[in-house]
């Protein structure tokens, strides 16, 4: 079993995370197919694939996200299997299961353990009953006041009223004290009803500045499951993590081993067969508690390919054809660290609002360490319908440090002209006291970068923008190597003294 | 040859001749001599001071992206704008051009062409990853030029349409 692989393979997915799987797959010497929309005609999964299928108009409903369409363009192309990256139909356990009734391998774990640790409410008791600790909290929504009343005396305060039709912050309430129960519990109630057309709240213990840390796994279709260690995500957004990091500052030896040991029980609760991320959250004392499994390869994998040396599509890949893992828990080690910075078209100094155009211009850098997971190229067109990620940058480094200065060195050669990007405000993330010191809670975002702002033009970098800019007209004409008169090797005599900080 | 460029809220005027060994930078009083070194149609080597830096820069509808030292600066070519007419200040010479505040697709264009404007009027909607932008007029005027509809897809360079003060 363990040679048998797949002839060809589809990717139902765009951008960076399909350019990812497509070096898999040439690595490993399987054609693949991508599809696209209309919008994507040009993107670069289209120009790397072997093949491409239209699927349809931009709308991710119409082309991504239609599994038919999908299914249809693997089958009309002759792949046998389907790798669905992150996002789109990767965690969606009716394309799992359509996938398998169509004869196709899904490349991912089985339709039923995607369902039920999809289901919040079902994977929280799973795992209460496999042992894993999770936040302490009711079991379901409730009315009554007195039952919320006395689950938090149980737990503790302050504790979370949480909408049960819940996310993105709405619905959710942090009480203090007793006295401001009834009247937050209220206040949820409505602002629930109003964001998902349901008033039903449950109430959770409050955990007070965590750490977002998460722990890759991987099961095969034998049984076996492994963990490649943690990640800590706790640089967020919005709830969007933008640096990544492995290992953790946060964790000992001891916690670290609880955790994994932890993660692996929760892939084996529920039979899990590929690569995924069990979540937990870490309080101050160093208590974890069981978040949610996501059930696909993650964006930040990366990180732990530099520091575990798997490759984790790869391995998803052969796990799919029936292969064991072709690692134990004891052949893994953590060696060194590595942190990954996400690239989005967005615009740090106005709101982060999303950004699309075209890349007039794109350098990647590179040196020891470097690795740049790419979506663009210089004249991509950045569309508005899709994420607006366009790449991971990914430093390692035998050090924290170390992986930490290679990783601003690189960010400051990123060179993406045309469409902004928040490569300036990741640089100022990295080089932040509090950063650098591994403070790295999930409120450091709002509390450390709240009044970022761009830093302007300096006035020593002021003559030699401008002297740019009125170069920059005679480059596309200009085909000598060299400006102006001075065609010969030493064209460099400065004529005169440039005082810095000339006035405006 | 002279050139005038705004950054953020300064503008400044220079001027850039050939030197027997490269160039000489003007910039009110003060001269700069630079040379540089073309890498390809995006980049260059410029040096002055006794130092090299590595500059990259692309050119789009009357602006100049620079990336130097890591930061990308954005600089508008004021001459080319007063040659051709037009400027990406919001209102110049009692038209305001209405441009996307990002790009993205039209939802709704409330005006039609010859219609009396009032300042405050909502007069389109821009939607980019599910977020609504309503766009507003800033002087009271006669709807002009509307060059998209409703369902078009817009970026912030192309006016939408032009807002022409009333005599």
């Known amino acids: ?138 079991q379901a929504s409730a009315k009554d006041v007195k039952l919320f009343a006395s689950e938090a005396d149980k737990v503790g305060y302050p504790v979370l009223l949480k909408a049960a039709a819940g996310g993105g912050g709405k619905g959710m309430r942090v009480v203090e004290k007793q006295d401001d129960l009834a009247a937050a519990l209220e206040g949820a109630q409505r602002e629930a009803k109003s964001a998902f057309g ?53 964790l000992t030896p001891e916690i670290r081993a609880a955790m994994g040991k932890a993660a692996v029980k929760v892939v084996k609760s529920c039979d899990y067969s590929s690569a995924g991320t069990v979540e937990f959250l870490l309080d101050k004392n160093g208590n974890y508690y069981f978040l949610e499994m996501n059930t696909r390869i993650q964006v930040e994998h990366p990180i732990t390919e530099a520091v575990v040396g798997v490759d984790l599509v790869v391995e998803q890949i052969k796990v799919a054809a029936g292969a064991h893992l072709s690692f134990n828990q004891d052949d893994l080690r953590q060696v060194g660290h590595a942190i990954e910075c996400r690239v989005y078209a967005e615009d740090a100094a106005n709101n982060f609002l999303p950004a699309a155009g075209t890349v007039h211009y794109l350098k990647e850098p590179s ?32 050090t924290r ?42 409120n450091f975002i709002p509390t450390h970068m709240a009044d970022w702002k761009q830093r302007g033009t300096s006035d020593d970098s002021l003559p030699l923008v401008l002297a740019a800019g009125a170069l920059s007209g005679q480059l596309s004409r200009n085909t000598a190597s060299v400006f102006g008169e001075a065609a010969q090797p030493t064209p460099w005599e400065t004529v005169g003294k440039w005082e810095i900080g000339m006035g405006s | 040859m002279n050139y005038e460029y705004r950054i953020a809220d ?34 260059f080597i410029l040096r002055a001071n006794g130092i090299n830096k590595v500059i990259h820069v692309a050119r789009t509808n009357g602006r100049v992206f620079v990336h130097l030292d890591g930061a990308i600066h954005v600089l ?81 360079e192309t006016p939408i349409l032009e807002i022409i003060a009333e005599e």
């Open chain 2, 10 to 43: 300064g503008t400044y005027s220079i001027s850039l001749d050939k030197s027997e060994n490269g160039y000489n930078l003007s910039i009110g009083d003060k001269t700069l001599a630079l040379s540089a070194i073309k890498i390809d149609d995006n980049s």
């Open chain 1, 198 to 250: 349901d008033d039903s709240v449950y109430l959770e213990k409050y955990i007070e500045n965590p750490r977002h840390i998460e722990f890759q796994v991987f099961g095969d279709s034998h049984g076996n499951a492994v963990h490649l260690f943690e990640r800590e995500c706790s640089i967020q957004r919005r709830h969007q993590k933008i640096v990544e990091e492995t290992p953790s500052v946060a």
């Open chain 1, 367 to 398: 040196g020891p360490g470097i690795r740049v997971d790419s979506g663009i190229y210089s004249g991509a067109e950045v569309s508005v319908y899709y994420d607006p990620i366009l790449s991971k940058l990914i430093a390692w480094g035998p």
């Open chain 1, 401 to 442: 440090e170390a992986a930490r200065k290679r990783m601003l060195k690189a960010l400051s050669e990123y060179v993406v002209l045309g469409v902004t990007t928040q490569i300036d405000y990741l640089r100022d993330v990295l080089s932040h006291k509090e950063f650098i010191e591994g403070r790295t809670y999930t």
């Open chain 2, 76 to 156: 508008e070519d004021v001459l080319a704008e007063e040659a051709s007419g037009g400027s990406s200040a919001e209102i110049v010479d009692g038209v305001q051009r209405i441009l996307a505040p990002m790009p993205g697709k039209l939802v709704k264009v409330m005006v039609s062409e010859g219609d009396k404007v009032a300042k405050g009027t909502n007069v389109c909607i821009v939607e980019a990853m599910k977020m609504e932008n309503v766009v507003q007029a800033k002087l009271d005027g006669i709807a002009r030029n509307i060059s998209f509809k409703a369902g078009d897809l817009v970026d912030t």
């Open chain 1, 1 to 138: 079993m363990a040679d048998a692989m797949f002839n060809k393979i589809l990717i139902a997915n765009r951008g960076e995370i399909a350019c990812r799987i497509i070096h898999a797959c040439k690595e490993i010497g399987i054609p693949s197919v991508v599809v696209y929309s209309e919008a994507d005609s040009k993107a670069l999964h289209v120009l790397n694939a072997d093949d491409a299928v239209c699927i349809g108009p931009p709308e991710p409903m119409q082309s991504y996200l239609a599994i038919d369409k999908v299914i249809a363009a693997a089958k009309e192309t002759g792949c046998c299997a389907i790798h669905p990256g992150y996002g789109f139909l990767a965690e969606n356990h009716q394309f799992a299961q359509k996938c398998k009734d169509a004869g196709l391998v899904f490349i991912g774990s089985s339709p039923e353990s995607i369902r039920v640790m999809g289901n919040k409410v079902e994977a929280r008791q799973m795992m209460i009953a496999a042992g894993v600790p999770v936040i302490p909290g009711m």
